[in-house]
């Protein structure tokens, strides 16, 4: 998670000007509904070093009015899943919106019920039975209606509601858009789904948090135009366990109440602040105090402080992640060249940056899936350090005199690089070692880093992904499948550039090799577990031969919790989550 685009539909909503795709809708909802009035602003009256807040939250009997303070590293300012690759996001929507599978808390990936009851895959077509009796946060009921008016909203350009290409994240296209051919939500309970093309990952992507479920009468109660429509993010509506309360930007806090009429467990507390502390050993503090009771993206120093605190647990699990450094082909004519990215993959101390930054909570990366993946290959080796070799393909490269690139990379830890300005600085100097000269671009805010990258105009740059669904395509196909026709790439040449048509920015290196794309390709359209995990094997060994990539780590997830939370109620999960409804509170 950050993260975009399938095959098989070339002409389908790539560019603005796409066709439209079918929608049959109920005849509900015709009328606008309430949208919340308050604005977001004035500071936010919540005491952070107690259990209960100074008001009562807003929660139901269980819930009381304890507050519960999950502290984090970053603060976006929009909370709209249709805008957002970002994980900081999905931390705060993952508790305002539903979607209509979920996966199980705690679980590597297990499917369970949401919004939708029973569902199932069969060929192209998906058929799903909804939840009855569930209210948006607004008051209106949700019906097939909702996910309709959603779907359309996030990636038919026809809609008059549509988020618009600028607005829009990349997972728009890689999520419904490049597989949906037509929504059928002529049934208030029922949906029928029909896809453009056999799409093994398709189940699981209604699970991923950019799917989550909008209401339709708040999405038409704002102004047709994409811009009118940003506005949601900062007051959104959902169906989840809590509803959004305050989004107070001077301090970087939001804060949600609970939803009364949750239709699954909990919430058991009366309200959720999320706060900000940008730094690692400050927000572990605040754990370790009870000013906060949970907090995640440790370091190495602070997850050893909470695993050693009388008033504070350490929580780990196997991650389903993956950190890297990638070079941009586009921007930087020497990383064309497999030989220049094969050294500088042999240069770079990527053990030194897991056992001696990392300390421990992460391993050494050797391709593009993390284990605990369908097609992890575990005959791959992670690159040695070997700085001759490196130095010898650089000079049957012919940059043997060496050259200068840009390492751009964001300042707030992340849990699969918590320390990226140290690992930058690791980097530029192992690259000293073999005459290449390393400038450090280092941004202050993830958000205008996400920008700078989306754009292609970094070098070279450190970014990571969460897996979203915990399926292989989910990596392969996301992140290093440019999503362009295969007629796209020039012959001779393993790159293209990003305003290639169709172009999915996620693919931050540029890396175009056409037997990769090939190899994902057919094995997101194959539903048989054994041939897709072969072509995943085969497309693992050929990324990590191609080094579009320095592959880093594997990160475990990590997270500090306060005594104040009850034991066992709040769940470690690798995907989805936070589940916050389920904590409970002494």
């Not at 976006?76 to 805008?83: A, G, V």
């Not at 830890?413 to 690259?431: H, I, K």
Request: hydrophobic residues 35%; charged residues 25%.
């Amino acid at each position: 998670m950050q993260s975009d685009d399938p095959l098989g539909r070339r002409d389908f909503l790539r560019t603005a000007g796409a066709g439209a795709v079918t929608v049959t809708l109920a005849g509900c909802a015709g009328d606008d509904g309430e949208t919340p009035t308050e604005d977001g602003g004035g500071q936010m009256e919540t005491d952070d070093t107690a259990t209960t807040a100074e008001d009562d939250g807003g929660g139901g009997d269980a819930a009381g009015d304890q507050t519960l303070v999950y502290a984090r590293g970053d603060h976006p300012e929009n909370y709209d899943p249709q805008q957002t690759t970002s994980g900081e996001v999905a931390k705060v929507t993952n508790q305002i919106f539903d979607t209509l599978i979920q996966f199980a808390a705690g679980s590597g990936g297990e499917l369970e019920a949401g919004l939708a009851t029973d569902y199932s895959l069969e060929g192209t077509t998906a058929t799903l039975t909804l939840r009855e009796d569930v209210n948006f946060h607004s008051g209106e009921p949700f019906t097939a209606a909702d996910f309709a008016a959603t779907f359309r909203r996030f990636t038919d350009p026809d809609y008059d509601y549509y988020l618009g290409d600028a607005n829009r994240s990349g997972y728009g296209p890689f999520t419904l858009g490049d597989w949906i051919e037509s929504v059928d939500a002529s049934q208030e309970t029922e949906l029928t789904i029909e896809l453009s093309q056999r799409y093994a990952p398709f189940l699981r992507n209604l699970a991923m948090f950019a799917a989550a479920v909008l209401s339709k009468a708040q999405i038409e109660s704002f102004d047709a135009n994409p811009d009118a429509q940003v506005a949601l993010g900062t007051e959104p509506i959902g169906t989840g366990p809590f509803a959004f309360d305050q989004l107070d930007n001077p301090n970087d806090r939001v804060r949600l109440t609970a939803n009364e009429e949750f239709w699954g467990p909990g919430p058991n507390v009366g309200s959720v602040v999320f706060k900000t502390i940008t730094e690692n050993s400050t927000r572990v503090q605040d754990v370790i105090n009870g000013a906060s009771h949970i907090t995640d993206n440790l370091d190495s120093d602070g997850f050893q402080r909470a695993d050693s605190s009388d008033t504070a647990t350490l929580l780990r699990k196997n991650g389903i992640n993956v950190g890297y450094m990638a070079m941009n082909m586009e921007r930087m004519e020497p990383f064309r060249d497999r030989r220049v990215r094969r050294a500088i993959s042999l240069a770079v101390n990527t053990e030194a940056i897991v056992n001696q930054i990392y300390q421990g909570f992460a391993t050494q990366a050797s391709q593009p899936l993390p284990p605990d993946v369908m097609g992890h290959d575990d005959s791959l080796d992670p690159y040695p350090t070997d700085k001759d070799e490196a130095q010898s393909l650089l000079e049957e490269a012919g940059y043997g005199e060496g050259f200068e690139f840009e390492l751009a990379t964001f300042s707030n830890p992340r849990g699969y690089n918590p320390s990226p300005v140290q690992t930058a600085n690791q980097v530029r100097s192992d690259l000293q070692e073999i005459g290449l000269s390393v400038e450090i671009n280092q941004f202050s805010d993830f958000g205008p880093y996400l920008d700078y990258t989306d754009q292609g105009r970094h070098d070279a740059c450190f970014l990571g992904w969460y897996t979203d669904n915990a399926d292989p395509d989910n990596f392969l196909y996301v992140l290093l499948d440019p999503k362009v026709d295969l007629e796209q790439v020039p012959d001779g040449q393993d790159w293209v550039s990003f305003d290639t048509e169709g172009y999915s920015p996620l693919n931050v290196s540029a890396w175009a090799n056409t037997e990769y794309m090939q190899l994902v390709r057919e094995a997101q359209a194959t539903y048989d577990t054994d041939e897709r995990e072969s072509m995943y094997r085969e497309a693992n060994r050929l990324a990590h031969d191609e080094a579009p990539w320095v592959f880093v780590d594997y990160a475990e997830t990590l997270r500090a919790i306060n005594e104040a939370v009850v034991e066992d109620t709040y769940t470690v999960s690798s995907v989805g989550g936070p589940y916050l409804n389920t904590v409970e509170l002494q």
